[in-house]
């Protein structure tokens, strides 16, 4: 059907599924040309999770919306390069990025009342996200794969729920549908923005578990954004952590778990209660505010919330941007921070903060 | 939703009630005297004794509440009117007798209604897709030049006022360069066309200046469903940008929209006065004006019940209307 240049899924080579290569987004507003995204770049492998964990303002919702093309694309000056399947869709026309959305990527939103349009039936909308990827489709193939997804995402009765509107149905149920909406069509590549964020923490295991499940049928790789560490252990193989729209530390979930490389992340972690700590320790938040990303910091973004710039020779950190470097633990594992020894430094802390 | 509509026309109802006996109080409390209007109807020479004749025949100074009820009853069984010793007929629905012609004021509406009504659909098949459609291009071109013409030039034309425009399109299209035939209203029943060539230029100018609160009103509850969530949601299902912005954006958008449509719609049927003044259409508007001027007091109190019948009726409509466009909207 279509030719081989936009046939994004044959193996165009073995670099993986996703690659984000230097990616920069701003905007221009009122107040001035806001810097979201500098200089991000990662990969994401068919089957595998990677995990974006940042704070709001950090750029990794924008980032992802670049991917998909959502982004205003008249207002936004992007650069580097992102490519799907080997395709490079920076700079695609818009008929072509259309033929990508939805069907090799899909996106999950957090707020599934908010994303699912209030007039029409859920089915009609499912069936819609079908139609918009198979033209020669009927209406009622589409319906019936609408039904056939809402089952496979566990909503009981899927045939009669179809029909129903999108305020009857329960958050949980809401936000399986829309699970069902994004995977109709099979992508090869889903981002789920903070698909857990407004559930109770009942439902949003059952909704992790059901992402893991479809993952394993059918092989996507996923991007998964959130500000959850919790959520981020048990659902990625790898994690990117994003401060001031940079990349401060990536490697895989467990060595950024045990082994965090960058003060920021350390803090993100001392600020989750234990489930064995003592009920009377108290949790260490991370002082100051998010930067402005309208005049960023100079330096290390991080510097002036930083506990440990002492440990740093002079005043490298307020002077000096750290690049993105492996550290001490091994190739894998990439910080963007200027003490030497940062898993050492951190671990001292948090020994410290325990005696 | 049949109880609600139950509900809601008994409601519809005591409105009206509440909104006639109004008309009767500001009627009988301020300065009137029926027999004086009568009476200079048909002679210039008014004795006293004539006059006060007149306003005995005419039940004037019966009880004010009394005379409510007469007037009310007549409504619905209909009822003999006396201007001195001549009756008159009037039969049910009876809302009186003009003071000028001896007709009953059931009949002046019926024959002045259907220009009326003419202007009114013309108008808003003018108005509501032209408004509706400037302001979803504005909204779509949000900040771009298209924007700031759209929106710059409905500002200039609302900002005009409205007889203004009306009397300088008269003067210019119709007198001066004969663009358009002297404007009329001819019934559609008896000949379509001259009905339509008769009313082409009072709906123009009526639909053009009241498209551009349209557009604006559109532009801002476009922008703002253009921004919802599941508009982007819409998008990111690789919809075209027309479906996008059509069934998801528009769809929405149109709610509050038609909110108005449906109180300006009962307006228009309750009378257009400028446009019926200045091109000289024989609706019930202009007949209401010259009825203020007249002091024919059945014609003004005639056309204030409708108005405020077009006004209930039209709520009632909308929000039928919203339930069957949003189900999220229950009638109960």
């Known amino acids: 059907m279509s030719s081989p240049v936009e046939d994004i899924t044959r193996p165009a080579s073995d670099e993986p599924f996703l690659v984000v290569d230097d990616l920069t987004v701003k905007f221009p507003t009122a107040d001035g040309l806001v810097q979201a995204v500098t200089g991000l770049s990662y990969t994401v492998e068919m089957g595998k ?24 694309a008249k207002r936004t000056h992007i650069s580097g390069s992102i490519r799907v399947g080997g395709t490079e869709i920076i700079g695609l026309s818009e008929q072509r990025m259309r033929r990508l959305r939805g069907n090799e990527v899909a996106m999950i939103f957090q707020d599934a009342l908010a994303a699912l349009h209030p007039f029409y039936r859920v089915g009609n909308q499912l069936a819609e996200a079908y139609l918009a990827h198979h033209p020669d489709a009927s209406k009622r193939d589409a319906n019936d794969k609408a039904v056939a997804m809402l089952d496979r995402v566990g909503i009981p009765q899927p045939d009669q729920r179809a029909r129903d509107y999108p305020h009857q149905f329960s958050g949980g149920m809401r936000q399986r549908a829309m699970i069902a909406m994004a995977l109709i069509n099979d992508p090869k590549l889903l981002f789920a923005d903070e698909p857990t964020t407004a559930l109770d923490v009942t439902v949003q295991a059952q909704i992790l578990d059901l992402l893991q499940d479809l993952q394993r049928d059918f092989g996507s790789a996923i991007v998964f954004i959130t500000h959850d560490l919790g959520v981020i252990a048990e ?121 | ?131 509706v459609v400037l302001g979803s291009l504005a909204a779509r071109k949000r900040g771009t030049a298209t924007d700031r013409m759209l929106v710059g030039s409905s500002l200039v034309i609302y900002s005009i006022p409205y007889y203004l425009l009306a009397l300088l399109s008269y003067l210019y299209l119709v007198i001066i360069w004969g663009v358009f035939p002297q404007p009329e209203y001819n019934p559609f029943t008896q000949n379509p066309w001259l009905w339509f060539t008769g009313l082409i230029l009072p709906w123009l100018v009526l639909g053009l200046a009241t498209s551009t609160s349209y557009a604006r009103f559109s532009r801002g509850s476009m922008v703002e469903s253009l921004n919802e969530d599941y508009v982007r949601t819409a998008k990111a299902k690789g919809l075209s940008q027309r479906t996008v912005v059509v069934k998801h954006g528009l769809r929405a958008a149109i709610v509050p929209v038609i ?74």
């Open chain 1, 49 to 72: 999770t990677l995990g974006i964990v940042g704070e709001s303002g950090s750029g990794k919702s924008v980032s992802s919306m670049a991917v998909v093309g959502l982004h205003d």
């Open chain 1, 235 to 355: 659902m990625a193989d790898d994690v990117l952590v994003m401060y001031g729209g940079r990349a401060v530390e990536f490697g895989t979930c467990k060595a950024v778990m045990s082994k965090p490389q960058m003060p920021y992340t350390w803090g993100l972690l001392e600020s989750i209660p234990e489930l064995e700590s003592d009920p009377g320790t108290r949790l260490l938040p991370i002082p100051g505010t998010p930067p402005s990303l309208l005049h960023p910091p100079t330096g290390c973004p991080f510097h002036p919330r930083c506990r440990f710039t002492g440990d740093v020779p002079g005043d490298l950190c307020e002077r000096e941007l750290p690049d993105l470097v492996p550290g001490v633990e091994g190739a894998g594992h990439l910080r963007r921070c200027h003490l030497r020894n940062p898993a050492e430094t951190l671990a001292n802390a948090a020994e410290k903060r325990e005696v």
């Open chain 2, 1 to 131: 939703m049949f109880g609600y509509i139950v509900r809601r026309l008994i409601a519809a109802f005591l409105v009206i009630v509440a909104t006639s006996v109004i008309v009767f109080a500001l009627f009988f409390y301020g300065p009137s005297n029926p027999g004086q209007v009568v009476c200079m109807a048909t002679s210039p020479q008014c004795p006293a004794q004539r006059v006060h004749d007149y306003n005995e025949s005419l039940g004037y100074y019966d009880p004010v509440t009394q005379q409510y009820a007469v007037w009310a009853k007549g409504l619905f069984t209909g009822r003999d009117i006396k201007f001195g010793g001549t009756s008159y007929e009037c039969p049910a629905p009876c809302l009186g007798i003009s003071y000028y012609t001896r007709q009953p004021v059931t009949e002046l509406m019926k024959e002045r209604f259907p220009a009326t009504l003419s202007l009114a659909i013309g108008a808003t098949m003018i108005f509501f897709p032209l408004g």
């Open chain 2, 259 to 332: 909110t108005i449509l449906g109180l300006d719609f009962a307006t228009l049927l309750a009378g257009t006065v400028f446009t019926e003044y200045i091109f000289g259409i024989q609706g019930i508007g202009r007949q209401a004006l010259d009825s203020i001027q007249d002091q024919n007091f059945p014609v003004i109190s005639a056309t204030v019940l409708i108005a405020a019948s077009f006004v209930v009726l039209a709520n009632l409509v909308v929000d039928i209307l919203y339930s069957v466009i949003d189900p999220r909207v229950r009638l109960t």
